[in-house]
C-alpha cells in the first residue's frame, strides 16, 4: 500500500548539509501497522512526514498504491491521509463535533452525512456523542482529547493514518487504555498505518512490523518478534534491550496459548466429597468452580478437607480472570501479584473460554526463540 523506493531527505546544501533520511527502502502492506522507532534524530519523524508532503523528498520515490505521491495535488493528498500527532492540535474554539468534522466538511459532505459520521467516530472512540458532541477541548481530559484527535484522523474515511507518538502525552494508565481501544478499533478497521513512537514496549504492541531507524538509515524491518528474537547486528539487540525475552510476552495474546477445554472443572452444584474424588483421582491440584457457564471461583483439597455442602459455597473468588486478548506479559504480573501459577481466562460473554498456566507462558517464550524461519 505504502512503498517507500531509495527515500532520501537532505537538509540544507554544500558542507551545512545534513542528511535526515538515506536511501531508505521497504513497503508497509495494506491494512497493516508499521511502526518507526529508533533514537531521537534517526529518521522516523522524517519518513512520516515524507508520505504526505509536509517536507518534499530530496530523491526516490514513495507510492500510495501504484501512484507516486509527487504526482498527486498536495491538499488533496493530505486530504485523503487521515494525521493524528502527540500534541493533538484541536482548535479550542470549536466543539468537540466541529473538530472531528473539519475534513468532511472541506469535501464537500452533506450536513446530515457529517453528523451521522460524526456520532459514528465518538460511539468507535468511546466518546458518548450525547456527552461530548456539544463540548470543548478544554472541557476534557488529555486521554479524550486523544481521543477526539484519533476520530479527526479518521474522518475523511481515509484508507491510510499516519500517527506521529499519537499517545505520547497521555499519562501510562490512559496510555495503555487508549492503546488498547485503538488496536480493538484498527482490528475492525483494517486502516493501513504508519506510526511513529520511541518507546519500544509500544511499538512491539501496536505494530504488525517495526521499522527500526538509526542515522537516517534503516537498520531492521521485521514482525516484532523476530527483531526480539532475532536481532539483525549489536544496534538492534542493545535497542530493544537485554530483557526482550520478557518484551516478548507483550506479543503473545491469552488465547495464542490457553488450554481451550480445562479438564479440572465442575459445576457449582457439585457436592464438596464429589470434587476432593474426582481431584485425587486426576491428580488435580485446584478446581474452576462454573455457575453455568462463568466461573465462580476456585477451590483445592486444603480448602475441601471435611467440608459439606455444594462447592458453589465453598469457592473462593478468583483475585483477577483474564481476558483472551490480554498479553503474557500481563498474566505473569499477574502470576507474581497474587502467588498464582494458573489464572482463569473469560470470553467476551464472561464465560469460561479456558485456563492458563506458567508453564504455557515459560513455553510460548521458549517456543519463540527455538523458531529458525524469519516470520514472513
Known sequence: ???????????????????????????????????FLGPSGCGKTTTLRLTNRLISLTSGRIRIGDRDIMEVEEVRLRRNIGYVIQEI???????????IA???RLLGWPRNRIRDHVDELMRLTNLAPEVFRDR???????????????????????????????????????????????????????????????????????????????????VQYDTP??????????????????????????????????????????????????AVRFMEEDGHAWL?????????GRVTPGGLAGAIGPLGDLARPWPVILETGQSLREVLSHMLMHDLTELCVIDDQGNLAGTISWTDVRRSIRDAYVRKDPAP
Open 225 to 274: 518478534e523476530v527483531l526480539l528474537t532475532r536481532p539483525k547486528n549489536r544496534f538492534v539487540a542493545e535497542f530493544v534491550g537485554a530483557d526482550r525475552a520478557l518484551k516478548l510476552l507483550g506479543l503473545v495474546r491469552v488465547e495464542d496459548v490457553m488450554t481451550r477445554s480445562p479438564r479440572n472443572v465442575l459445576p457449582a452444584s457439585t457436592p464438596a466429597r464429589e
Open 136 to 218: 470543548y477541548p478544554a472541557e476534557l481530559s488529555g486521554g479524550q482529547r486523544q481521543r477526539v484527535g484519533v476520530a479527526r484522523g479518521l474522518a475523511a474515511d481515509p484508507d491510510i493514518l499516519l500517527m506521529d507518538e499519537p499517545f505520547g502525552a497521555i499519562d501510562p494508565i490512559n496510555r495503555e487504555r487508549i492503546q488498547d481501544e485503538f488496536l480493538k478499533l484498527q482490528a475492525r478497521l483494517k486502516k493501513t498505518i504508519a506510526f511513529v513512537s520511541h518507546d519500544i514496549q509500544e511499538a512491539i504492541k501496536m505494530g504488525d512490523q517495526i521499522a527500526l531507524f538509526d542515522q537516517g538509515r534503516l
Open 288 to 296: 474452576v468452580v462454573l455457575d453455568e457457564a462463568k466461573p465462580a
Open 1 to 35: 500500500m505504502i512503498t517507500y523506493d531509495a527515500a532520501t531527505k537532505i537538509f540544507g546544501a554544500g558542507p551545512q548539509a545534513v542528511t535526515a533520511l538515506d536511501r531508505v527502502s521497504f513497503t508497509i502492506e495494506k491494512g497493516r501497522t508499521a511502526v
Open 102 to 104: 473539519v475534513v468532511p
Open 89 to 99: 492540535g484541536l482548535f479550542p474554539n470549536k466543539t468537540i463535533a466541529q473538530n
